[in-house]
T-cell receptor, first 114, second 116 residues
Framework: GAVVSQHPSRVICKSGTSVKIECRSL??????MFWYRQFPKQSLMLMAT?????????EQGVEKDKFLINHASLTLSTLTVTSAHPEDSSFYIC??????????FGPGTRLTVT | GDSVTQMEGPVTLSEEACLTI???????????LFWYVQYPGEGLQLLLK?????DKGSNKGFEATYRKETTSFHLEKGSVQVSDSAVYFC???????????????FGTGTQLKVEL
């Protein structure tokens, strides 16, 4: 079946630094990928839609200059959290659509900003 | 806009008890409906899906029927196990409006705890 990977699975960084999270579709191509943020005991909040070869589409209230998304190839999308602050600490999840309207989710990246 | 409402948890059941997690939705197009499961420390996994009215999705003993008349997609299992303990998310994808982009709208999730 289709597999989506994320790297790293966990990252701890200092306030003010930037962190890059990778999302890869391992055995299929994805012209679109989605980035979600999940707070403890809450649902997934869609942050942005990553489009291969073009600019990402951000949801209302998501700062595009803070959460930089690059979809450079049909199998890779990256999310860079710039100038991270403790309030950016969260669980970030990506997904990519496969056949039959299914979304395949990555295992998530736990970001902790100290 | 699209929205999904599901019952709040946590739901605590004894092993072999019956499970129902309610889910209702609002959508302006013709959505596909999904249940995703998130086990502790893991990412989301698709549990089951239904793409049109009256379809029944099923997997691992779980079932849900797409009810257009009541805009519902309740998750059911006749006999739960300890290993079913997880968070369950109801979601919809409105293909018509998103042009096949498959953007998902999630409910808030329901935590299920199954005890011996």
């Amino acid at each position: 079946g289709a597999v989506v990977s994320q790297h790293p699975s966990r990252v701890i960084c200092k306030s003010g630094t930037s962190v890059k999270i990778e999302c890869r579709s391992l055995d299929f191509q994805a012209t679109t990928m989605f980035w979600y943020r999940q707070f403890p005991k809450q649902s997934l909040m869609l942050m942005a839609t990553s489009n291969e070869g073009s600019k990402a589409t951000y949801e209302q209230g998501v700062e595009k200059d803070k959460f930089l998304i690059n979809h450079a190839s049909l199998t890779l999308s990256t999310l860079t959290v710039t100038s991270a602050h403790p309030e950016d600490s969260s669980f970030y999840i990506c997904s990519a659509p496969g056949p039959n309207y299914e979304q395949y989710f990555g295992p998530g990246t736990r970001l902790t900003v100290t | 806009g699209d929205s999904v409402t599901q019952m709040e948890g946590p739901v605590t059941l004894s092993e072999e008890a019956c499970l129902t997690i309610n889910c209702t939705y609002t959508a302006t197009g013709y959505p596909s409906l999904f249940w995703y499961v998130q086990y502790p420390g893991e990412g989301l996994q698709l549990l089951l899906k239904a793409t049109k009215a009256d379809d029944k999705g099923s997997n691992k003993g779980f079932e849900a029927t797409y009810r257009k008349e009541t805009t519902s997609f309740h998750l059911e299992k006749g006999s739960v196990q300890v290993s079913d303990s997880a968070v369950y998310f109801c979601a919809l994808s409105d293909i018509v409006l998103t042009g096949g982009g498959n953007k998902l709208t999630f409910g808030t999730g329901t935590q299920l705890k199954v005890e011996l």
